[in-house]
């Protein structure tokens, strides 16, 4: 049954079909988490939406579920799964920018990076994450935090509409005039609806910022955090920061007798003018000694590219995740306890806040269910060596182990791990019963289930 089907793909397809057994197939079902070592039935690598059509129609016809790759960087490895048809839109990364209307379109296989250089030619930017090789797709769908989150709002808020092939191969263009139901879940409810080809955001006048990192000795982790945490609650909103556990890598601002040692760090990014940064970072500044800084202008692609060294393909990966509405002195007990021992220069654990804007949007409104949080923390576990892999794993484990109890019950699902199911209501928060009943709607047979899974009603 499987080789007409597959053949008759092969006729509609403009990219490339790939099966078990070809040269390139082993090559093709890589992802970033080198964990994770699946085997799909079939791996369609897109060229365009009509690729993504005949795909989905040929998982139904095979009778198999669909795992859809955008960017690539679902540290679960949600982009394969074994005996999965692989829809992999990695090639689909047209950008089309409207200065005028301040919009963009972009293509469900663009990073951030792609995204970026594409609007800063015309100074605009929306909120897009802290890694630019993050792909656009699955970081919006779940929610979408980075350092323009306390100004702009989550990427989510920012989206205009999504083009969507649904699980029977229909296309359709969702906003809140079309398609309203679906268009609230797929802000927050992540791939579970169908395959979104292509997203249109609003944009903002952003162009060079005053960004960068503060190291601080572990020592002083308490004051810092007590220090960022009351200021973070009433600083201009034109400032992102987040805090940080960050083995020292060897980089010219940090002393030679340091790299290598642990710190506590603050990452501000200030989008404000320029002549106002030195007193809006200030207060961060002064949280306590600072052992090197490098904080200065640069283009917002730069800081938003600046780790990006830190995590290349090909790591071990394994993260836990929380919201938290404040840093209480337990919590900060937790971290000081936990954040020293972080394993290797890969490895990190960030506070990243999800106020300002994102407290103006009504909790209702989009299918991001954790609005009254004042943050997003993430213990990410990030290595070289697989024989660490246990060890490491355990870091993670423990850290959040004794942090879970100072948070709220869920935490954001792009940061959620693969073995999260049990906790995939919570991590959807309010918003999981009416996710339940439009997954229900648009992929009652589940063929979309390789993510943080919502049971259809």
């Known amino acids: 049954m499987g080789e007409p089907v597959l053949a008759n793909l092969k006729t509609q397809v403009r990219g490339e079909v790939i099966v078990p057994g070809e040269e390139r197939y082993d090559e093709a079902r890589k992802v970033y988490n080198a964990m994770i070592d699946k085997r799909p039935s079939v791996i369609v690598r897109c060229a365009g939406v009509a690729d993504v059509i005949a795909a989905v129609k040929a998982a139904r016809a095979l009778g198999v579920s669909v795992a859809v790759r955008g960017g690539g960087h679902s540290v679960p490895g949600f982009g394969t799964a074994d005996d999965a048809l692989v829809v992999d839109l990695s090639r689909m990364k047209g950008i089309r920018v409207n200065p005028t209307a301040k919009t963009v379109s972009a293509e469900g296989g663009c ?45 989510l808020d920012n989206l205009v509409s999504a083009d969507v092939v649904l699980a029977d191969g229909s296309f359709v263009n969702a906003s809140e005039k079309k398609h309203a139901d679906l268009f609230w879940a797929l802000r927050g409810g992540g791939g579970n609806f169908g395959v979104v080809t292509s997203f249109e955001f609003r944009l903002h006048p952003v162009s060079n910022v005053v960004a960068g990192p503060m190291f601080f000795e572990v020592e002083d982790a308490p004051e810092v955090m ?12 034109q400032l992102g920061a987040f805090f940080a556990w960050q083995i020292a890598p060897p980089l010219p601002f940090i002393p030679a007798d340091r790299h290598g040692d642990t710190f506590c760090a603050l990452v501000a990014c200030w989008t404000g003018a320029p002549e106002k940064a030195k007193k809006a970072i200030a207060p961060l500044r002064d949280a306590a000694p600072v052992v090197a800084e490098a904080v200065g202008p640069m283009p917002y692609p730069a800081i938003n590219a600046a780790f990006d060294g830190l995590v290349p393909p090909g790591l071990q990966h394994y993260w836990k995740a929380v919201f938290a509405k404040g840093l209480p002195d337990k919590a900060i007990a937790v971290h000081t306890k936990h954040g020293p021992k972080i394993p290797v220069v890969n490895s990190t654990m960030h506070i990243y806040p999800i106020n300002g804007a994102v407290h103006d949007v009504a909790p209702g409104a989009t299918a991001f269910g954790h609005r009254d949080a004042k943050y997003a923390t993430v213990i990410a576990g ?44 919570a991590n959807f928060g309010r918003s999981y019963a009416r996710l339940r009943k439009v997954k229900a709607k648009y992929d009652s047979k589940n063929i979309f289930r390789h993510n943080q899974n919502i049971a259809p009603a």
């Open 111 to 155: 990073t951030w990076g792609d995204f970026n250089h594409a609007t800063a030619a015309f100074e605009l930017a929306t909120t897009g994450g802290i890694i630019s090789t993050t792909g656009i797709a699955g970081l919006t769908l779940g929610g979408g935090i980075g350092y323009l989150t306390r100004g702009l709002g989550l990427s």
């Open 226 to 237: 007590r220090a960022y945490d009351a200021y973070i609650t009433k600083a201009p909103r």
């Open 382 to 425: 990030m290595w070289p060596d697989p024989a660490q892999n246990e060890a490491n794993t355990r870091w993670v484990k423990e850290y959040y182990r004794d942090l879970a109890p100072h948070a709220e019950e869920g935490g954001y699902i792009n940061f959620a791990a693969g073995d999260d199911a049990n906790r995939v209501p």
